[in-house]
């Protein structure tokens, strides 16, 4: 089947699958949220309207397969807020990390040294702390697990 997209430059990309069935359209465009509740998930984050307007335009970019039309931008936001709503731990210990590399990054001279360093590594903390606590059942794994095989098709 020809996968059909654009870029955010406005590029057409073209990619043959042969591999990529009907069926397999049809479960990416099976999501557990409705659109009005990932709409409304969007509008009680307590971000800037730019960061929802850019998420809102997320929601919106399509795959062409076929006579098919994948909405595969809903699927990832979909991923994303089962995700943080499954493991709450790993997400608080993510932003955990960040807001700390923040923190970090206000400091005058030294922040800007540190920063680049020390956010990524407390994202990576905060996140593998809180994984420890979310996976004693193994639930997130097969989550992620889960999560990838939905787009196996896509790779090339």
């Known amino acids: 089947?020809?996968?059909?997209?654009?870029?955010?430059?406005?590029?057409?990309?073209?990619?043959?699958?042969?591999?990529?069935?009907?069926?397999?359209?049809?479960?990416?465009?099976?999501?557990?949220?409705?659109?009005?509740?990932?709409?409304?998930?969007?509008?009680?984050?307590?971000?800037?309207?730019?960061?929802?307007?850019?998420?809102?335009?997320?929601?919106?970019?399509?795959?062409?397969?076929?006579?098919?039309?994948?909405?595969?931008?809903?699927?990832?936001?979909?991923?994303?807020?089962?995700t943080l709503n499954s493991f709450p731990n790993a997400s608080f210990g993510l932003v955990l990390g960040g807001i700390l590399g923040v923190l970090v990054a206000s400091v005058p001279f030294i922040g800007a040294i540190l920063a680049p360093f020390l956010t990524p590594l407390a994202m990576i903390y905060g996140f593998v702390v809180g994984m420890k606590q979310d996976v004693n059942d193994k639930n997130l794994s097969n989550a992620i697990a889960a999560a990838n095989a939905q787009f196996e098709h896509f790779k090339e």
């Open 1 to 82: 089947m020809i996968l059909e997209a654009e870029t955010p430059d406005g590029e057409p990309l073209v990619s043959d699958n042969p591999a990529f069935t009907a069926e397999d359209a049809q479960d990416i465009n099976r999501t557990t949220n409705s659109e009005s509740k990932i709409r409304s998930t969007i509008d009680n984050l307590n971000i800037s309207a730019d960061a929802k307007s850019a998420l809102y335009s997320i929601t919106n970019a399509t795959v062409r397969a076929g006579r098919f039309i994948i909405k595969i931008g809903r699927k990832i936001l979909d991923i994303v807020i089962e």
